[in-house]
């Protein structure tokens, strides 16, 4: 069935470093893969989004990977600072154009120490 | 311009009993969302609607009922809480598919 596979669950980096998290999806129709922050207590918000025909977007310290071949998108985070502390999620959409709807991955709790 | 809200922020309800939560959007969005959220689970879709009059099953349904009568209003209801309905609920709107998701600030569920 249609899945989103996210690693790591879990990642701990210093201020100024990257971090990279990765997410495999099983439909191959998929054709539009949102990114989300969620801050403790708050609810989720976008912050990238990358669609099939381009295989990468930036905006700023924040970029998005895309490989349709394998299946596999990426966010990498550049320069951490503190404010990128929170739980990042990874969607995709089922059924690309006849869909509607978007499976979210399980979640990376990011974590940037000073 | 409120964007997205939901009734209530928290409840506590005793097995068996039902409850309607309520999302609205001032956005004139076509397409809204209910998730739940639990610890690990990420955000799983119960229901989904793609416009005024029209509903779809997510991943996890069971066990819930939506209705959107008002293109500005989406209801989630529990019919007959179990203690596994215990959660954050989210709802979400968007103007159309594959475009932002706009979500509300949740309703945390306590089923005892």
């Known amino acids: 069935g249609e899945n989103v596979e996210q690693h790591p669950s879990t990642l701990s980096v210093q201020e100024g470093d990257s971090a990279v998290i990765k997410c495999t999806y099983s439909?191959?129709?998929?054709?539009?893969f949102p990114w989300y922050k969620q801050e403790l207590g708050k609810r989720p918000q976008l912050i990238i989004d990358?669609?099939?025909?381009?295989g990468e977007k930036k905006d700023q310290r924040i970029a998005v990977t895309l490989n349709k071949t394998a299946k596999h998108f990426s966010l990498h985070i550049t320069e951490t600072q503190p404010e990128d502390s929170a739980v990042y999620f990874c969607?995709?959409?089922?059924?690309?154009?006849?869909?509607?709807?978007?499976?979210f991955g399980q979640g990376t709790e990011l974590s940037v120490k000073p | 311009n409120a964007g997205v809200t939901q009734t209530p922020k928290f409840r506590v309800l005793k097995t068996g009993q039902s409850m309607t939560l309520l999302c609205a959007q001032d956005?004139?969005?076509?397409?809204m969302y209910w998730y739940r959220q639990d610890p690990g689970m990420g955000l799983r879709l119960i229901h989904y609607?793609?416009?005024?009059?029209?509903?779809a099953k997510g991943e996890v349904p069971d066990g819930y009922n939506v209705s959107r009568l008002k293109k500005q209003n989406f209801l989630l209801g529990l019919e007959s809480a179990a203690p596994s309905q215990t959660s954050v609920y989210f709802c979400?709107?968007?103007?159309?598919?594959?475009?932002?998701?706009?979500f509300g600030p949740g309703t945390r569920l306590l089923v005892l």
């Open positions: 969607a995709a959409n089922p059924w690309g154009n006849q869909g509607g709807k978007l499976i």
């Open positions: 990358i669609r099939s025909n381009v």
């Open positions: 979400a709107s968007s103007l159309h598919r594959e475009e932002t998701q706009y």
């Open positions: 609607s793609v416009g005024e009059g029209t509903t």
């Open positions: 956005m004139n969005h076509e397409y």
């Open positions: 439909d191959s129709a998929s054709n539009y």
